[in-house]
């Protein structure tokens, strides 16, 4: 890395996070962390996403609301900011907050990657399963109001938190969404998958144990009622169609919420056509009777 301020330490983990060029072009950089890359931002296209498993995150993002109306959205694991700032370009005015609980990453980011004026993004310091409960009333969500797109991507395979990978964590992340909203989850693993299929599984129990209708999630004040809502559907899978070998190491997303149920405001099959068109190609959507024969599969 080079230039001043442009490597910090990490005080919880002891990496050495920095940003570089990524060498194809003045406005492209690469955030890495540990030596590995964890982020890649163009700051003058921020609507271009360059890791395959965020381009399929935005294509979730991209179905779920008609073009260029602003959700609100929670993003567990800052990294970058790609995707905070792939909704600001693509969807200007959402209400967004990341949670990140390493204190100096951020401040490296925003200081060498600045956001585009406008974004309107809070930034927490916190363990992501404690700052969950009060998330709505942290991004200034109106009473009884849950958001649009919760956003995790802060699992590593095997070596993730205990406490984040399980059907616990699930359901808190759940209950802060609102009528339309979707719970999106990224899960990098190893050949064989087997974290994933855990995963997989520990969402679905999430989703079959809530209730159909409990409000949108903690909020303050003067309580206007309960906001109706389908059930959360089980979970949904979008990956690259040569991970359905379950012999490669890489990315799959996992995708739940009511905004996927039936009855949801937009249909989840014309949802899953959006995605699988979308690609990257070759694409491969699964519902979620499909996930669970693949993780069946898998075990």
Do not use: K
Request: aromatic share 4%.
């Amino acid at each position: 890395m080079t230039g001043a301020g442009r490597t910090v330490q990490l005080s919880l983990s002891g990496l050495a996070a920095g940003i570089a060029p990524d060498g194809f072009g003045a406005s492209g950089h690469v955030l890495e962390i540990g030596g590995a890359e964890q982020s890649h931002v163009d700051l003058a296209h921020p609507e271009r996403i360059f890791y395959e498993y965020l381009r399929r995150i935005g294509n979730v993002v991209d179905a779920m609301a008609p073009a260029g109306e602003p959700l609100t959205a929670a993003h567990l694991g800052a990294g970058g900011l790609t995707l905070p700032r792939y909704l600001q370009a693509t969807r200007p005015g959402s209400a967004q907050i990341a949670v990140e609980i390493e204190r100096e990453l951020p401040s490296l980011v925003l200081r060498e990657l600045p956001l585009a004026a406008g974004t309107r993004l809070r930034i927490l310091n916190d363990d992501a399963r404690a700052a969950l409960p009060g998330l709505p009333d942290a991004a200034g969500l109106a009473p009884g109001e849950g958001f649009d797109l919760v956003v995790v991507d802060i699992f590593a395979g095997p070596q993730s938190p205990p406490h984040l990978a399980c059907e616990g964590f699930y359901r808190e992340a759940l209950a802060v969404l609102g009528p339309r909203g979707i719970l999106v989850v990224n899960i990098g693993d190893d050949a064989g998958l087997a974290f994933f299929a855990e995963q997989a599984a520990a969402l679905a129990a999430a989703t079959a144990s809530a209730p159909a209708d409990p409000g949108a999630g903690p909020g303050s004040g003067s309580d206007p009622g309960p906001v109706s809502r389908p059930a959360p559907a089980g979970p949904w899978t979008l990956t690259e169609a040569a991970m359905l070998s379950g012999r490669r190491e890489g990315n799959l997303v996992l995708a739940a919420g009511p905004g996927l149920a039936s009855g949801a405001p937009v249909d989840p099959r014309e949802q899953a056509e959006a995605w699988r068109r979308a690609g990257p190609h070759p694409a491969a959507v699964l519902d979620p009777l499909e996930t669970e024969g693949f993780v069946r599969s898998l075990r």
